[in-house]
C-alpha cells in the first residue's frame, strides 16, 4: 500500500470510527436537569448529582439498557432543549399542564404536589395576605410564577422577582431582597427542614402533578412511560418517596397509582 493509500484508509478508518462513537453517544439520554432544585436533583460536595429524580432516571435508563447523562439547564431552558432535541428529555419537578401539552409530551405523572409560600421566620408573615405591596420571588416560567403573575392583583403584590433556580431566590430571600418565595411546597419543605431562619408559612393548592417531559410525540414518551408503570407496580417510585421525603406516599397518589399519558384536550 503506497504512503497515499495509507493516508486514505486511515482516514477512511477514522471516520467509520468517529460515526461508531458518535452512534454510540445518541443511544444515550441526555437528561435536562435544572441542578440545585432539591430534593428533585442536586450536586453534593464532591459534584455527585442526586436527588428523587435523579434515582427515578438512572432506574429508568438501566430498564431501557442506557446510559444517562445529566446536563445542567435553567428551568426555563428545558421547554426549547426539548423541542430542539437538544435533550432527549427533561426533570425538575415539571408540571404537567394543558398548555404545556399543546408543545410538548408527558409520560404518566409520579408526583402530586402544590406551591407554597416561604419567608425569614422574623419577617412576621405568617401568609400570602400579608404579602401586599411585598416582593415575591419565583422561578421563571413556573407554576410558580403563573400563580403569582395570575394572583398579583388579588394579593397586590408590589413585585414579582423572577429567578433561575432556588438557590439564588433563596439568597436574596435571606439578604431581604425579596419578601416572599412562591414556589413547590415539597422542594421547599425539603429545604428549609434544617434551617431555623426559614418557614413555610402557607400551602397554595394547585392540584399539580409532577412528570418527565419530551418533544411532542417522541416515541421515547411511550418507552419511559411503560416503564414508569412497572416501577410503580414494583413499588419503586413509592420507595424512593419513602426515602427522599421520609413518608410513605398514598395509594391514591401518582406516586402509587398507574395513570394513563396525559394528552392534550
Known amino acids: 500500500m503506497t504512503r497515499t493509500s495509507k493516508l486514505k484508509a486511515a482516514i477512511v478508518s477514522t471516520a467509520f470510527a468517529a460515526t461508531g462513537a458518535f452512534a454510540a453517544q445518541a443511544a444515550d439520554l441526555t437528561v435536562g436537569a435544572n441542578i440545585g432544585n432539591v430534593p428533585w436533583e442536586f450536586q453534593e460536595a464532591d459534584g455527585k448529582i442526586v436527588g428523587f429524580e435523579v434515582d427515578l432516571v438512572n432506574e429508568i435508563a438501566k430498564r431501557l439498557g442506557k446510559s444517562v447523562e445529566f446536563?445542567?439547564?435553567p428551568f426555563n431552558g428545558l421547554f426549547p432543549a426539548v423541542q430542539s432535541g437538544r435533550?432527549?428529555?427533561a426533570i425538575s419537578s415539571i408540571t404537567i399542564t394543558e398548555k404545556r401539552l399543546e408543545s410538548v409530551s408527558f409520560a404518566q405523572p409520579y408526583y402530586d404536589s402544590d406551591q407554597s409560600l416561604t419567608v425569614t421566620a422574623t419577617s412576621g408573615t405568617t401568609g400570602l395576605k400579608d404579602m401586599e405591596g411585598k416582593v415575591v420571588g419565583v422561578d421563571t416560567g413556573s407554576t410558580g410564577d403563573m400563580w403569582a403573575d395570575r394572583n398579583k392583583a388579588d394579593y397586590k403584590f408590589g413585585e414579582i422577582r423572577r429567578f433561575?433556580?432556588?438557590s439564588p431566590a433563596m439568597l436574596d430571600l435571606v439578604a431581604g431582597r425579596v419578601d416572599?418565595?412562591?414556589?413547590?411546597?415539597?422542594a421547599l419543605l425539603y429545604y428549609v427542614?434544617?434551617?431555623?431562619?426559614?418557614k413555610v408559612v402557607e400551602r397554595i393548592p394547585t392540584g399539580e402533578k409532577y412528570s418527565i417531559m419530551f418533544n411532542k410525540g417522541a416515541p421515547l414518551a411511550a418507552e419511559v412511560n411503560d416503564v414508569i408503570t412497572t416501577l410503580k407496580g414494583e413499588g419503586f417510585i413509592a420507595k424512593l418517596h419513602e426515602s427522599w421525603f421520609g413518608a410513605k406516599a398514598e395509594d391514591t397518589t401518582s406516586t402509587v397509582a398507574v395513570l394513563d399519558m396525559p394528552a392534550a384536550e
Not at 180 to 186: E, F, M, N, T
Not at 193 to 198: E, F, G, I, N, Y
Open 180 to 186: 416572599g418565595y412562591i414556589s413547590d411546597i415539597p
Open 71 to 73: 446536563v445542567n439547564t
Open 193 to 198: 427542614k434544617d434551617k431555623p431562619d426559614l
Open 164 to 166: 433561575e433556580g432556588l
Open 87 to 89: 435533550i432527549d428529555m
